[in-house]
T-cell receptor, first 117, second 117 residues
Framework: AQKVTQAQTEISVVEKEDVTLDCVYETRDTTYYLFWYKQPPSGELVFLIRRNSFDEQNEISGRYSWNFQKSTSSFNFTITASQVVDSAVYFC??????????????FGDGTTLTVKP | GAVVSQHPSWVICKSGTSVKIECRSLDFQATTMFWYRQFPKQSLMLMATSNEGSKATYEQGVEKDKFLINHASLTLSTLTVTSAHPEDSSFYICGAEDVDTGGTEAFFGQGTRLTVV
């Protein structure tokens, strides 16, 4: 069975601080995909990144970066120089199998990030 | 980018009535759509996978007779909550996979907040 754990329920930082959101996953499959989504107060889910199990390269996209470590089953997300607009709930998700099925994922419980001015 | 439109954004209905929620992929074809339910301050729970032209696949514990899903075209899936009761009040989110991306990326609607009184 697959499981995603986001141990941090809520995080509060001051603008311009760096913040890391943790994600630990469990799966028995050797092929799987990991995702991060942002859910702002308006409710929609915004896709941030997808990473497959065979690609452990870290990725940077602007102020966002992701650290994927299979050895610790973690896929952590770091926001550098946080901004108020980054305030949202962030979800980590896992999809097992060869076919990605990004839409059919197991989600973590989410981390609510509040960035104060 | 791909856009998924969900309608209505919010709805209030009386107990015992039925409510239909529409999910449309506006600029791409989606052979597979997904319906999630989200309780306050909780994660997303997959309810069912909807495939165009065939019956939906429901997750364990989801009443298919209560949550009717129809995926009549490549751009439209509907969720009908039949004989709604207060415990059905929740935030419902649909997601869609773009055929062209082979399921590697999912796009979500803005969600529908259902309140049953």
């Amino acid at each position: 069975a697959q499981k995603v754990t986001q141990a941090q329920t809520e995080i509060s930082v001051v603008e311009k601080e760096d913040v890391t959101l943790d994600c630990v996953y469990e799966t028995r499959d050797t092929t799987y995909y990991l995702f991060w989504y942002k859910q702002p107060p308006s409710g929609e889910l915004v896709f941030l990144i997808r990473r497959n199990s065979f690609d452990e390269q870290n990725e940077i996209s602007g102020r966002y970066s992701w650290n994927f470590q299979k050895s610790t089953s973690s896929f952590n997300f770091t926001i550098t120089a946080s901004q108020v607009v980054d305030s949202a709930v962030y979800f980590c998700a896992l999809s097992e199998g060869i076919n990605t099925n990004a839409g059919k994922s197991t989600f973590g419980d989410g981390t609510t990030l509040t960035v104060k001015p | 980018g791909a856009v998924v439109s969900q309608h209505p954004s919010w709805v209030i209905c009386k107990s015992g009535t039925s409510v239909k929620i529409e999910c449309r992929s506006l600029d791409f074809q989606a052979t597979t759509m997904f319906w999630y339910r989200q309780f306050p301050k909780q994660s997303l729970m997959l309810m069912a996978t909807s495939n165009e032209g065939s019956k939906a696949t429901y997750e364990q514990g989801v009443e298919k007779d209560k949550f009717l899903i129809n995926h009549a075209s490549l751009t439209l899936s509907t969720l009908t909550v039949t004989s709604a009761h207060p415990e059905d009040s929740s935030f419902y989110i649909c997601g869609a996979e773009d055929v062209d991306t082979g399921g590697t990326e999912a796009f979500f609607g803005q969600g529908t907040r259902l309140t049953v009184v």
